[in-house]
């Protein structure tokens, strides 16, 4: 009686270890949630992004702010150094291929001014760069993000 092994029980061996698998999937993924009690199940799938843009320059000047997105004006903002400015925002798959979330800012410091996206989720969840904490940190030679870094540029005298 030795030789090869019944299918159908080799079939009940799969089955059972497939279901015993199973049965251990609530309890790992309930111990993965633990520290998203309280902010709730979308959270842990979809957690609100934070973004903050802090004036870390090392002189006694503003960073003058002004930041917006196509349903929001974040308004603007003059933040003297050591302060930060911050939103939270959700994204949803919805927002990257019918209406993508964009927020851009224009910085002005002294007589510099920039003006770009700082969060685009078409280009910054596509290219996986998109952070759940944003941090932008102005300092006197630049602007530095999550996904960027842009340096003051002279304006052109005339």
Not at 146 to 152: D, E, L, Y
Request: charged share 20%; with cysteine; aromatic share 16%.
């Amino acid at each position: 009686m030795g030789g090869k092994a019944n299918p159908s029980m080799t079939n009940v061996i799969l089955l059972i270890s497939f279901v015993m698998t199973l049965s251990h999937i609530p309890i790992i993924f309930a111990n993965s949630l633990q520290g998203y009690k309280e902010q709730g199940f979308i959270d842990w799938i979809n957690p609100k992004r934070t973004f903050r843009i802090i004036n870390e320059m090392n002189t006694r000047e503003s960073l003058k702010i002004h930041c917006w997105s196509y349903d929001d004006d974040l308004g603007t903002h003059v933040l003297w150094p050591g302060q930060y400015f911050e939103w939270r925002f959700r994204i949803t798959v919805l927002d990257v291929i019918t209406h993508p979330t964009k927020f851009t800012c224009t910085f002005e410091y002294r007589q510099f001014k920039k003006k770009f996206a700082v969060f685009y989720s078409r280009r910054d969840i596509v290219n996986n760069i998109a952070c759940v904490f944003c941090l932008v940190r102005a300092n006197t030679d630049g602007l530095y993000g999550p996904n960027f870094v842009t340096h003051w540029i002279k304006p052109i005298e005339a």
